[in-house]
């Protein structure tokens, strides 16, 4: 991880996303990590490459990472990286 994207932010942004955004953490998991009988996800943790979820399938949890289409720059890139793969979730979901 680079000095831009630190575990400190990681933490931050994933205690956002499951706090304020658990339904779009289970689009992520669904849209871009192929597990599309997901009940529930939480993200564990994000990096510059990727994220890792955990799904809740069947009662149980799925380990799911899922890679960016680009190498993530700083907290305000994942923000708007974020932003703009839960809509093309909500997109191609209809």
Do not use: W
């Not at 703009?84 to 979730?89: D, G, L, R, S, T």
Request: glycine fraction near 4%; charge should be negative.
């Amino acid at each position: 991880m680079s000095k831009d994207f630190s575990a400190e932010i990681s933490s931050r942004i994933c205690q956002h996303m499951n706090d304020d955004h658990a339904d779009a953490v289970v689009l992520y998991a669904k849209a871009f990590g192929g597990v599309t009988d997901a009940i529930a996800a939480k993200m564990l943790s994000i990096d510059a490459q990727g994220m890792y979820l955990t799904a809740q399938v069947n009662g149980e949890a799925v380990p799911v990472h899922i890679q960016f289409d680009h190498v993530l720059v700083d907290a305000e890139d994942a923000h708007q990286t974020l932003i703009a793969m839960v809509k093309q979730a909500r997109v191609n979901a209809k």
